[in-house]
């Protein structure tokens, strides 16, 4: 988190994390079309959609006394380029860990929630964390309470972890997911904020 005290604005990094093809991409863009800010989601992808490095968008948001400005990336996922990954993580003060919830993406899931705690170690612990189950759309019965995954996990540990369901294809779950995020980094934050370029 950087501050600016000279202009009074907070620079927040977020980054969208997770297995190959599980929605983050998808995610991001229907979180920046709902801001109407579209078009300022920069991706580096292939000729088939798939993304190279990362997304990043940013979006500033204007409170009573302090602008915030989050920066917001997806990592790719391809293990091809999974050199980038470390970077794109550096100095995040949040994460959004999509899940593909299907159950052949078990296996899947869990390499790439490893991965991301190796380059932590301990201090993941204290990165607040929304995981997203998304593409609940392909499951018959999503019951979280006995859920494979999050019994792998360990939640217990976690400082700021809370759980979610999306279909990122429809937008469903993805704009809760960021305000629950929000409000992990920003307990306090009750001011109605208003976006501005
Ligand atoms: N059915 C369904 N498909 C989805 C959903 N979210 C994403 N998809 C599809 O899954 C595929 C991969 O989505 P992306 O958003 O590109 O996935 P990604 O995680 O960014 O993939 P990489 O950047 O390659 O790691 C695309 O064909 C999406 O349309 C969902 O909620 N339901
Ligand atoms: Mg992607």
Redesign the pocket.
Known sequence: MIFDYKNKILQVKLV?YGP??S????S?KYLFSYFNKGEKLK?I?SSV???LF??FGVLNFKGADWSLKFLIY?A??QDFYASTRPATLNGVDGLIFVVDSRQSYLQHNLRSWNELKSMFGNQIQEIPIIISFNKHDLVNDLRLNDNQFLRLIDLNRFRYISINKTIALRGQGILDAFNKLISFIFPQLTINMSLTN
């Open positions: 969208y190959a093809m929605g983050k991409t998808t991001i991706s992808d959609g798939r993304t990362f997304d997806s790719t996922g």
